[in-house]
């Protein structure tokens, strides 16, 4: 695997710099990974006894004059976008049956005088998980409380505009992988056109808009974490610890969501609103797409980290209504936590638990688990 620098590419005249990184190595030259060790490329090649090429007319354009880094970082953004933004409707029903909310919002008729199809599918996902029975639910059927916080009673209005963004990102990086961003083209009749299909400004604005969606998912799910761990909304013990005092139990969880969250907002500044001219102002607008892409990837990668301890709150907060369960669907998901992190009776380290927790979340491993118990998050 030639080895491939992430930084130094302006998304424009193609992903110049990494990609002469990934053309050395088809060269032999260079450095790049092999059998676990970095080493010069020209000796890894003779070791497995591999020729190098030699690039012919137009074929060195080929390989450095498109916006291949970009589209590839842009691809893996997406579809680790899609896992979190399925996820998001659990955890999220998980942290309302914690505060004993009402699932009244998720209406049908609610969502059906709006429309917006992301919000419909969300929506639908949380009926569903509540169709079955769920003694905490049933619990405060008739208490006198009208409706929730926002963070709650919004779900399908704002993971909803997530998944609607995530769809169309979706159809722009696909198109993108299926298409010719090399320059100058050669068809078929032997013309021979220049043109500027090197320039990223499609990837740079759906990877701004990718980032600016997957940080809401943080921001709101981070507003749920400080609806458990505050005894004066959530009716649990404060920090959704007993003892609290001795022990502070989820508050310090809660700061790094609000850390995590805080630095997703300054990731969410779009890089494609900024171009530098280059070369000698012959490339006078370029787009920043890889930028773009990059921080689309850290942001989602945080909001894994939000949302993780988003679900260690909302199943210690289910805990702490015992005997009381949640629908089966629920229930199994809390298992499976309880499994990778006991109950907190008492302060502990919590890093691994987080950690383990929202490897299994990015994983799509909590949508397999619904899944072997037949329920699937659309």
Not at 8 to 30: F, I, K, Q, V, Y
Not at 182 to 191: A, E, I, S, T, Y
Not at 265 to 286: F, R
Request: hydrophobic share 40%; aromatic share 4%; proline share 6%.
């Amino acid at each position: 695997f030639p080895v491939t620098y992430e930084l130094g590419s302006l998304g424009a005249s193609g992903d110049l710099a990494p990609l002469a990184h990934l053309a050395l190595g088809l060269m032999g030259e260079g450095q790049c990974r092999y059998q676990q060790k970095t080493v010069p490329t020209g000796e890894a090649l003779q070791q497995a006894g591999v020729e190098p090429i030699v690039p012919g007319p137009k074929e060195g354009l080929s390989l450095i004059n498109g916006t291949h880094f970009m589209t590839v970082l842009a691809a893996h953004a997406v579809e680790r976008a899609k896992i979190l933004m399925r996820s998001a409707d659990v955890i999220s029903a998980l942290s309302l049956d914690a505060v004993r909310g009402t699932y009244a919002a998720f209406d049908q008729r609610i969502q059906g005088v709006r429309g917006q199809p992301g919000q419909v599918t969300v929506a639908s996902n949380l009926r569903q998980l509540y169709a079955v029975e769920d003694e905490i639910v049933s619990s405060h059927a008739d208490c006198n409380k009208v409706q929730d916080p926002y963070s709650f009673r919004c779900v399908p209005q704002v993971h909803g505009a997530t998944r609607d963004t995530v769809n169309y990102v979706d159809g722009v990086v696909e198109r993108e992988l299926n298409s010719v961003t090399d320059n100058p083209l050669v068809f078929n009749n032997g013309d021979v056109l220049s043109g500027g299909n090197f320039h990223g400004q499609p990837i740079a604005l759906a990877m701004d808009f990718l980032a600016i969606a997957a940080a809401e998912l943080g921001n709101i799910s981070e507003r749920r974490i400080e609806k458990i761990t505050n005894p004066h909304l959530s009716g649990l013990p404060p920090f959704a610890t007993k003892d609290s005092g001795i022990n502070s139990g989820l508050m310090i969880p809660h700061v790094v969501a609000a850390a995590l969250v805080s630095e997703n907002k300054t990731l969410a500044h779009p890089a494609s609103v900024d171009s530098i001219p280059t070369s000698a102002n012959q490339e006078d607008h370029v787009s920043m797409g890889p930028i773009a892409a990059r921080k689309a990837l850290q942001i989602i990668d945080n909001v894994g980290h939000v949302l993780g301890i988003e679900l260690l709150s909302a199943v210690q907060g289910i805990n702490l209504l015992a005997p009381l369960k949640p629908g089966r669907y629920l229930q199994a998901i809390c298992e499976e936590v309880r499994e990778m992190s006991p109950e907190l009776d008492e302060d502990r380290c919590l890093h691994e638990d987080i950690g383990k927790v929202t490897e299994w979340i990015k994983a799509g491993k909590m949508l397999a688990t619904l899944d072997a118990v037949g329920f699937q998050v659309q």
